[in-house]
């Protein structure tokens, strides 16, 4: 589904739908309680949400790689490094999420096994969930906003690799 409206619409507008579909489900999920069905419906469509995050950062990698060789003509077969940058700071992100919720947790009381927990473990967690990945979420799309290639100098791009000569793996990618 994804791919499609990639294909259709642009990676930009791609990724702004789809992020923009995670922000309503996550609050629903937090906000509605004891109603299973919608809970079910939320969590499917927030999962739907978050492959469209997953997706479109290595579908836009290429590009960046291609505007890189564009600007730097000298610089040749760095495209590991920034294959290997990104895999680095994704997990990077995800150790420190990982690390700073349970540091949160920590302070606020958490005992692991507990049956019971106090009101401000359950209000951590609270937060943890929906506030917190929404702001950062939305600072996120702030950041992305100014994205340099859209669509367009994309295709600037890949003109210009194509008379430089250029055999690249990004057209493979897209068809």
């Known amino acids: 589904m994804w791919q499609t ?10 990724i702004f739908i789809g992020l923009s579909i995670y922000i309503p489900a996550l609050i629903v999920i937090s906000v509605v309680k004891n109603n299973l069905p919608v809970f079910i419906i939320m ?28 600007k730097n003509p000298s610089c040749q077969d760095l ?20 690390g ?15 049956c019971k927990h106090n009101p401000e ?3 951590s967690l609270q937060m943890l969930f929906a506030p917190v990945p929404i702001c950062l979420l939305l600072i996120g ?14 295709q600037k791009i890949q003109d210009a690799l194509r008379k430089a000569g250029y055999v690249f793996l990004s057209v493979y990618l897209e068809d």
């Not at 259709?8 to 791609?14: A, D, L, N, P, W």
């Not at 495209?79 to 990982?98: A, D, I, Q, R, T």
């Open 100 to 114: 700073i919720s349970t540091l949160v947790l920590h302070f606020a009381g958490y005992k692991s096994g507990a």
């Open 141 to 154: 799309m702030v950041i992305f906003r100014f994205y340099p290639i859209n669509e367009e100098r994309r």
């Open 79 to 98: 495209e590991p490094l920034f294959y290997s940058c990104y895999v680095f700071f994704n997990k990077f992100g995800g150790g420190m999420s990982v």
């Open 43 to 70: 969590s499917m469509l927030s999962g739907t949400s978050l492959a469209a995050l997953y997706l479109l950062p290595w579908s836009m990698l290429p590009d960046v790689v291609d505007d890189f060789k564009v």
């Open 121 to 123: 473990v359950i209000y």
């Open 5 to 14: 409206l990639l294909v259709k619409k642009g990676k930009k507008t791609t």
